[in-house]
């Protein structure tokens, strides 16, 4: 009897040092990019076809990651140029990651620059759909140079709930006027920074693509 | 009205201080008697308390103690009972197999030596002497052809040529006689050989036996030692326990490291199967599920070996018939089988996956063409994978032998190691029932420095009362040192 119950216990030691040994980290992950198409910043959509494909590189089966466009009116489900929610099975996975890849190269061949750029509309679509992908962990990556310009009657005096999210602006490029007046810049940043932490979530600003593996923890 | 305030007698704070001093000292003085058998009834208490609890706890170590005897006695004796039980299988195999041949191995050798004998007669038989005549053919040739006719000899001639033709043909058959008798003379020295062979090998079974017959004197005496339970025997076995116990750890380190690298040769390409998102208990789905196969395989592995009457952690499969446990053997086998394949093949897609994971990455980097150069070498990769997960369950079945050990052995260590701890909370207890003893009389000495203002004057009396017993009245009222213990 004492044996059996002695030989029980090491089973169960056995299992706990598998399970010490086991990978159980986070549950899924959510990653929304919005991709300015206004005026110049087209020219640097380039760049974020490098970003959406490390981005795809980083993420798993089971993580969700879509990519909108930032147009004159970007809250609308019609934005959003890529979307998916990847497989459990690692090798349909990487399919869909593949099939992704196209969709993107072939948006960035045909975008048209837009007149206006409403990153506020991108956000709350952002949050629409990361919200509804039941992501543990939400990230929201917004490729632009923070320079909002609505339409007349665009209404985007919105406060933003960002409790959980990460907001992360990614190459933030300096405008002409930047370069006159670096305040506007800082102003910029600043604004979209106290913005985000006021709806509760975390900023965080990536000028450097070269260093995104170390820079961009999704 | 606050404390101070009762503290405050006068209105000078020193002064209130000094009679409060006086008063207590005076309280203390007269309660000094009292207070020393309270405070010396009270470590008395604790002391007895620890004393009790110590020897309590003696008496559980020593319980344990017989108990670790008993244990190890018991294992002793199954162990050596096994191998002698053991030996004599073996002894009884070898009985078998070589002294069951030994009538025909006694008719192989009479044949032997039948047909040596029958050779060695055919071999003394006595060759046909030379004729007799061969002096009178000597005679004859030695007469004088000269003296008699020449017809006489010429028929001497004749006779003297046919004696010598005589003579050759009978020389010649004895040398063909002689030449038959070596010829049968040679014809036993591999009969002869024959017969030292087998000879030599009735030698080796008798030395096997006897050796068998040594070691099995040697077992049974140790198996005597452990039945009369003497010291040596115990001391032996307490230290063979212990031996045992590390060599068995460290092979179930071993184990255990080989069952992490296969719980990773599974592990991913299982999430092909269950998925790699649920998460149960905080564990991905695909953990769970190689985890379950792994320990699976270590079951299977458990009952094999049980099976097979190597290992005894299940008395109920031992005890099973022959042909009944034969069948179970086939069965875990089977099992053990089927499952080395899964993982195998697991192995293989786990190197599909990563091949398609490169790919892919190198799709995303821009980099399509390295994944054509790389594939030219990963078949060794794939098939080492492969190899692995297919060897591995088999390797862990092993697991089931330094896993009895472990049990068996940890029970003793689990034992000393209980000794050990209750020696310690012995002496721990004793320590503190010796604290308390001495804590007893120096608290009695500090209540006496406090009041020792009285005392003097008590001793400044008693010594004017009576010079003649100066510092006796110390000895009254002081409480002896020891009085406690």
Known sequence: MKIRSLTSGLLVTVVLLLVGCSDNTSSSRGVYMLMDTSGTYTNELKQAQRVINYILSTLQPGDSFAVARVDTGSFSEKDIVAKVTFDDRPSKAN????????????????????????????????????????????????????????????????????????????NVTKLRSDNIDPREYLDRLSAWQNRVEAGGGNWQ???DLERLDTALTL | MSVSDILMITPNPVLSGIIWFVVITLVLYLARVHAHQVIIAFTRVLQNAMRLSARSVMLAEKILIQRNQEVLLNQGREASERIIEREFERVDNTVRRDLAEYPALHRQLSEEINKIDEDYKNSIDVPPEPPGWCKAVEAVAKIPSAKGDPMVSNVLEDIHQSLIKANTRATE????????????????????????????????????????????????????????????AVR???????????????????????????????????????????????????????????????????????????????PVIGSLNDKVRVRMVWTFFSILLFLACIEAGLAFMRELLMEEDAATRAILRGEEGVQVVQSS???ITTAAQMGMGFVLPFALMFVA?????????????????????????????????????????????????????????????????STATVGDGDKDDSVPYRGAA
Not at chain 2, 201 to 218: F, P
Not at chain 2, 241 to 257: D, K, N, P, R
């Open chain 2, 173 to 232: 058959e004895y040398r063909k006689a002689s030449h038959q008798r070596h010829q049968l003379l040679n014809n036993m020295m591999p009969q002869w050989r024959k017969v030292r062979q087998l000879l030599q090998h009735v030698d080796k079974n008798i030395n096997s036996l006897l050796q068998r017959s040594t070691t099995i004197d040697r077992h049974m005496e140790e198996y005597e030692g452990i039945l009369s339970q003497t010291d040596r």
């Open chain 1, 205 to 207: 600003v990536v000028n």
């Open chain 1, 95 to 170: 399919q869909q990651k593949r099939v992704f890849r196209e969709k993107i190269d072939s948006f960035i061949k045909t975008v048209k620059p837009s007149p206006y750029t409403d990153i506020t509309g991108g956000m709350l679509q952002a949050l629409e759909w990361l919200n509804e992908s039941n992501a543990g962990q939400k990230t929201i990556l917004i490729f632009s140079d923070l320079k909002e310009e609505l339409k007349k009657g665009y209404v985007r005096d919105i406060p933003l709930q960002l409790n959980g999210f990460s907001v992360v602006a990614l």
């Open chain 2, 377 to 379: 070498y990963l078949w």
């Open chain 2, 236 to 314: 032996t076995l307490s230290s063979s326990s212990l031996t045992q116990f590390f060599i068995s750890a460290f092979v179930l380190a071993i184990a255990v490291g080989g069952a992490v690298i296969n719980f990773h040769l599974i592990a991913r390409p299982m999430s092909e199967m269950v998925g790699g998102t649920s998460m149960i208990m905080g564990m991905k789905l695909n953990n769970i599920a190689a985890m379950v196969i792994i320990l699976v395989e270590l079951a299977m592995g458990l009952f094999l070996m049980e099976s097979m009457r190597i290992t005894r952690m299940f």
């Open chain 2, 401 to 465: 032998i330094p896993l009895e050990t472990f049990v068996h052995s940890l029970r003793t260590v689990v034992g000393v190691v209980g000794v050990a701890m209750l020696r310690a909370l012995s002496w721990l207890l004793r320590l503190l029932g010796n604290m308390f003893r001495f804590s007893g009389a120096a608290l009695v000495n500090a209540y006496d420095l406090l009041i020792i203002v009285p005392l003097w004057i008590e001793r400044l009396f008693k010594g004017r009362g």
